[in-house]
């Protein structure tokens, strides 16, 4: 969906608390539409609070509390009246540990779309070829379409779980560590997955892997005890960053 | 105590201070040589070259692992990526001395041709802009670096005197032509020294503030 304004997420002032822990304090960013940003800082610095601010996947928490404005595309998701079921259909999520489905791999695809009301083999089976092969997987498991998902592999665990995100038709991906269990060349099937899938995607990536961001994405945001210190371009936050301690991070002078 | 990737960022720089140290040296005994045109001291500066052109190997295998091993960014990635520049740049600088060491004596065969202070005086700023360079390099000046730099024009003015002075000389009294013409390469060494000093600082410079001046007019830099 293209957006007047060119940012596909935003965030306004954004505080997020969980019970008495201030987690957020006063996040403004804008992620622009197709390209890939990444969220690094170190642990409990608030970088997956944020992400799952996007798709409200926080709200399964109890105690918290949102302030702020978030927009997916324009759209206050905070406000009442959304629909969680169609944002999350239109912002995807794959997590750290990949979760197949104990079912077929056609299924585990096919799945979201079937329980959105999509019926028929061929139409079902469609959506499974074209996300399979967005997700750089289709090759490797298309002539095993009904064994189990779970005999799959770790790396191609986590593609087949990039690709039943892909089958929903999201506008938007959000990745959380996505490749933080994977072997390296796992790891750069998953990298190179991401550099295609830009191309027609938002995709807002949380990694502890500071190569990883410096190699797969356009915009890096560094967080650091709930708050955004910087915000610029991956080329200049990985050879000139504006400020000190970014640069301690990135050097691994700490956390 | 020092974790080991700042340990292996150090020996890195300390590789490269030794081997600067020992060009340092050469250029001193380079001027001495052609003060007391000492053929033994000529000579010992062409036997210190093989010993530099290892450290110039040493810096580059000590990068490369320190970068196979570490990834480094920002600074660090700069840091490293000037230790692979300079060593070529003093292995340069010691050729050059070695260059006027083998010239040595024919420039010392007398009577000496008159421009010899100039020359002197050039090896002199020539040296003094390598050892600033790397003392800008040590304390992460960029602003003693550019300095430096403006230096270098006056080398090239002595450069362009003592070429023409050699040329009116030879003119003159075709005899001299091999001596001049000695005289008129050692020039040209030293020219080339200051030229490397200068190609040192604008590195100091990209250390500091991360961006090239190299192929940057001085005019229009953004100090």
């Known amino acids: 969906?293209?957006?007047?304004?060119?940012?596909?997420?935003?965030?306004?002032?954004?505080?997020?608390?969980?019970?008495?822990?201030?987690?957020?304090?006063?996040?403004?960013?804008?992620?622009?539409?197709r390209q890939v940003t990444a969220l690094i800082g170190p642990s409990g610095c608030g970088k997956s609070t944020y992400l799952r601010c996007f798709n409200r996947m926080n709200d399964m928490i109890e105690g918290i509390r949102v302030e702020g404005r978030v927009l997916v595309e324009s759209e206050d998701i905070y406000s009442s009246g959304v629909d969680l079921e169609l944002l999350r259909k239109r912002v995807g999520m794959v997590f750290q540990k990949s979760n197949p489905f104990p079912m077929s791999i056609r299924e585990n695809v096919n799945y979201g779309p079937r329980m959105a009301g999509v019926r028929g083999r061929g139409r079902l089976d469609e959506i499974v070829e074209r996300s399979l092969k967005q997700a750089d997987l289709w090759v490797e498991v298309k002539e095993r379409l009904d064994d189990s998902?779970?005999?799959?592999?770790?790396?191609q665990q986590q593609r087949l779980c990039i690709a039943r995100a892909l089958a929903n038709e999201p506008d938007i991906l959000l990745l959380d560590e996505p490749a933080s269990a994977l072997d390296p060349i796992s790891t750069a099937k998953i990298e190179?997955?991401?550099?295609?899938?830009?191309?027609?995607?938002?995709?807002?990536?949380?990694?502890?892997?500071?190569?990883?961001?410096a190699r797969v994405a356009d915009q890096t945001a560094f967080f650091m005890l709930g708050e955004l210190v910087e915000f610029s371009d991956t080329t200049t936050m990985f050879t000139n960053p504006c400020e000190t301690i970014t640069e301690e991070y990135i050097t691994g002078r700490f956390g | 105590m020092k974790r080991q990737f700042e340990q292996e960022l150090d020996e890195i720089k300390r590789t490269i201070l030794t081997m600067a140290g020992m060009v340092e040296k050469g250029l001193a005994d380079v001027a001495r040589a052609l003060t007391t045109c000492d053929s033994e001291l000529a000579n010992g500066i062409v036997a210190m070259d093989d010993e530099i052109d290892q450290y110039e190997v040493e810096i580059d295998r000590l990068a490369t692992e320190f970068i196979a091993k570490h990834q480094p960014t920002a600074t660090d990635l700069r840091f490293v990526i000037v230790a692979i520049k300079l060593g070529p740049e003093l292995e340069r600088i010691a050729d050059n001395a070695v260059n006027i060491a083998e010239r040595l004596l024919d420039i010392c065969r007398a009577p000496?041709?008159?421009?010899?202070?100039?020359?002197?005086?050039?090896l002199g700023l020539a040296s003094a802009m390598v050892s600033d360079a790397i003392a800008a390099y040590v304390a992460r000046d960029a602003g003693a670096a550019r300095g430096i730099i403006r230096r270098d024009d006056e080398v090239d003015a002595l450069n362009w005197s003592i070429f023409r002075a050699m040329i009116d000389r030879m003119v003159e009294d075709p005899?001299?032509?091999?001596?001049?013409?000695?005289?008129?390469?050692?020039?040209?060494?030293?020219e080339r020294i200051a030229d490397q000093a200068t190609n040192i600082s604008e590195e100091v410079v990209y250390l500091v503030e991360a961006h090239p001046i190299r192929h940057v007019r001085m005019d229009t830099w953004d100090e």
């Open chain 2, 175 to 190: 005899d001299s032509i091999t001596r001049a013409i000695d005289m008129v390469l050692v020039a040209r060494f030293i």
């Open chain 1, 1 to 33: 969906m293209s957006q007047p304004n060119g940012f596909a997420l935003e965030s306004h002032d954004l505080d997020f608390f969980y019970g008495e822990v201030h987690a957020l304090k006063k996040i403004n960013l804008k992620i622009p539409q």
């Open chain 2, 112 to 122: 000496r041709l008159k421009p010899n202070d100039d020359l002197l005086r050039m």
């Open chain 1, 149 to 155: 998902a779970l005999d799959l592999s770790g790396g």
């Open chain 1, 192 to 213: 190179e997955t991401l550099l295609q899938l830009k191309q027609n995607y938002t995709i807002l990536i949380v990694t502890h892997n500071l190569q990883q961001a």
